[in-house]
T-cell receptor
């Protein structure tokens, strides 16, 4: 299947600092990538849709200035958590849309996820 | 807006048994995709099976198959000959077919435990 790589897997940062998480589609081009947040023992919550070459579309309730998303190329999207606070600690996971491939139409593949701990 | 409901928070079966996970959804869309993802303790989301709404034939992938009832908006996952490695969270997900304009809407998940 298609491979999506996310880095770093684990990151600890101090409160007030910024941290960047990268999401790469390794063997396909993805015009659309998605960023999710998952709290312990809960489902995935869509944060934003990242479109190559244009501004991200954020879900209601997600702060655009806090969670900066950049999709500068067809294989890379980044999520920057700015001025991080302990309540931003969570599991962040990205996904990329593959059009075609082993299935007709669209399929979504996920990265490995990133654990963010803000201390 | 779409909603996805998984009514079984947790299920437990013996190894080699067959288990069915339920999922219902609500949408006004006619063209969409449905997915089942597996999330083991590593938290990696693994695509198990995918169904296109316009296809009447139920999708199958080895030991995994679905029962897709479009009129009833039901999309259950059947795991045959269950194995210990099947232990994981299973999420049902919905996606509109709009050329990638939307992400996935997930259910709350079912924690499946395969007992030896």
């Amino acid at each position: 299947g298609a491979v999506v790589s996310q880095h770093p897997s684990w990151v600890i940062c101090k409160s007030g600092t910024s941290v960047k998480i990268e999401c790469r589609s390794l063997d396909f081009q993805a015009t659309t990538m998605f960023w999710y947040r998952q709290f312990p023992k809960q489902s995935l919550m869509l944060m934003a849709t990242s479109n190559e070459g244009s501004k991200a579309t954020y879900e209601q309730g997600v702060e655009k200035d806090k969670f900066l998303i950049n999709h500068a190329s067809l294989t890379l999207s980044t999520l920057t958590v700015t001025s991080a606070h302990p309540e931003d600690s969570s599991f962040y996971i990205c996904s990329a849309e593959l059009q075609g491939g082993p299935y007709s139409g669209n399929t979504i593949y996920f990265g490995e996820g990133s654990w963010l701990t803000v201390v | 807006a779409q909603t996805v409901t998984q009514s079984q928070p947790e299920m437990s079966v013996q190894e080699a048994e067959t288990v069915t996970l339920s999922c219902t959804y609500d949408t006004s869309e006619n063209n969409y995709y449905l997915f089942w993802y597996k999330q083991p303790p590593s938290r990696q989301m693994i695509l198990v099976i995918r169904q296109e709404a316009y296809k009447q034939q139920n999708a199958t992938e080895n030991r995994f198959s679905v029962n897709f009832q479009k009129a009833a908006k039901s999309f259950s996952l059947k795991i045959s000959d269950s194995q210990l490695g099947d232990t994981a969270m299973y999420f049902c997900a919905f996606m509109k077919n709009r050329g990638g304009a939307d992400g996935l809407t997930f259910g709350k998940g079912t924690h499946l435990i395969i007992q030896p």
